[in-house]
């Protein structure tokens, strides 16, 4: 472990991996962020990129993400007005997690039982 917070005999909600691996719960979560990590979007447009994703769970989603600071919903002047959401200096620094996750999920899909 880099610091003793890893030295636990159980999880920790202080630990720095159940912080990172809460910070990705949730089915969907994850494609939300990937949705994300290229600049902010509105609701219809996340709806666009995820279409078998209900609305229900999208702003289910959506709010976790602001709730943990990990994103930021703005909203814009106008009529309609526009909502999009963007996602925080927090939220960028899960790239690198998301892409070692997704390296590490391919690896073992090539593995035999």
Known sequence: ???ARGATNR???GCPVEIALAAVSGRWTTLVLRELMGGPLSFGELREAL???SAKVLAERLTGLT???LATRETHPGFP????????EAGLR????LTELYR???ALSGLTT
């Open 1 to 3: 472990m880099p610091d």
């Open 11 to 13: 999880p920790e909600p």
């Open 51 to 53: 279409p078998t994703l």
């Open 67 to 69: 709730d943990r600071g």
């Open 81 to 88: 007005p526009r909502t999009s959401y963007r996602l925080t």
């Open 94 to 97: 899960l790239r690198p997690l």
């Open 104 to 106: 590490t999920g391919a």
